[in-house]
């Protein structure tokens, strides 16, 4: 096999904040992989607060091509496997290839991925659509242009946060919202605000603390009414068991984990832990979008927006109807045109 790496940045309709950073392009990568007279296509989304960048990921995967040589997509487990061991620091970068690969297979098989995992395309859930941190009136606006979207995630983690979120709820009284902290919060912060956001209705919090804090997440998850979901707790599937009974369930990502594989082996574990699981995203092109959203029938929750985020997404692939429901492609592999 052939790869071909490079840049692919993605401008954003809007500058993107969390409770930890702001950016108006995305610096993705995109991987192509020739095998026989197959093209596959793959995406990275490097992570700066882990370290990965444009420049480390390319370079990543120049070095991963020569361990391509002579391979073929079907040897998935082992090609996986041997990359995560050489290149622990660039799961994003596998993540590329995993796609890449996966998309060769279902070309070749002439079948959609969601197929060849036996999956059921109308059991896809709605996906979120995410408002970044802004100021109230910023948020706003914001709210206003959102409207066709029924699902709403909200970034916070900055103070007067649950005044924004009231506001939010009195401008969409039917709309459902979640919340995303992003490590931002501190325990009693939790307990404090999740009284306020439960009367607001609202479905979930994801990740309020930092990952490594278990036993704070069971302490908050006894004395809140409202799911908690992690995100920068549950990267990896080895991750997963020590979250049971601390959280309700977990976001998965395959740039973090990975890929569709690894992303595969979430989803089952998480289900073993009796956690709820849901499909989270980078700032992504339709290529990893669709790639995630060939797993969307076996979870609970999708926020699946990143290609809605930008505004020159060059790929087509999974679309939302009306409702925000995910629609699958029918076309091979990851179904890109
Ligand atoms: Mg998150």
């Known amino acids: 096999m052939q790869l071909l790496a490079q840049p692919l940045n993605l401008t954003l309709r809007h ?9 108006s392009i995305a610096e993705n990568v995109l991987v192509k992989l020739r095998w026989k007279n197959l093209k596959g ?24 091509s020569k361990r391509l040589a002579g391979r073929d997509p ?45 999956l059921d395309p109308e059991k896809t859930p709605q996906t979120s659509f995410t408002i970044g941190i802004a100021s109230l009136d910023k948020v706003v606006a914001k709210i206003a242009e959102a409207q066709k979207y029924p699902v709403l995630k909200i970034k916070v983690g900055v103070p007067g946060d649950v005044e924004i979120m009231r506001e939010i709820r009195r401008l969409v009284p039917k709309k459902i919202l979640r919340v995303d902290a ?50 920068e707790s549950s990267l990896i599937p080895g991750d997963i068991p020590a979250l049971r009974g601390c959280v309700d369930g977990i976001n998965i990502k395959l740039v973090k984990c990975g890929g569709i594989r690894e992303g595969l082996k979430m989803i089952h574990t998480a289900r073993a832990c009796g956690l709820k699981i849901m499909l ?58």
């Open 15 to 23: 500058t993107f904040s969390t409770s930890r950073s702001s950016s």
């Open 41 to 64: 296509l793959g995406e990275a989304a490097p992570i700066r607060f882990y370290g990965q960048s444009q420049k480390t990921c390319l370079k990543a995967l120049e070095r991963m």
């Open 74 to 118: 079907f040897e998935l487990e082992s090609i996986l496997t041997d990359l995560r061991r050489h290149f622990p620091q660039e799961p994003s970068a596998i993540a590329a290839i995993d796609l890449a690969l996966h998309d060769l297979v279902g070309k070749h098989l002439g079948i959609p991925l969601w197929r060849h995992f036996g």
């Open 182 to 231: 992003n490590c931002g919060w501190s325990v009693k912060e939790t307990i404090d605000k999740s009284r306020a956001l439960e009367k607001l209705g609202v479905e979930f919090i994801e990740q309020p603390l930092p990952p490594g804090r278990n036993a704070d997440f069971k302490k908050i998850k006894n004395k809140i009414g409202i799911p908690l979901m992690t995100d």
């Open 280 to 337: 989270g995203c980078m700032i992504e092109s339709s290529i990893l979008i669709s790639a995630a959203a060939q797993l969307a029938p076996l979870v609970d929750y999708a926020d699946l927006d990143g290609n809605l985020l930008v505004s020159d997404d060059p790929f087509r692939g999974a679309r939302i109807d009306k409702n925000a429901k995910l629609i699958l492609p029918n076309r091979p592999g990851l179904g890109m045109a």
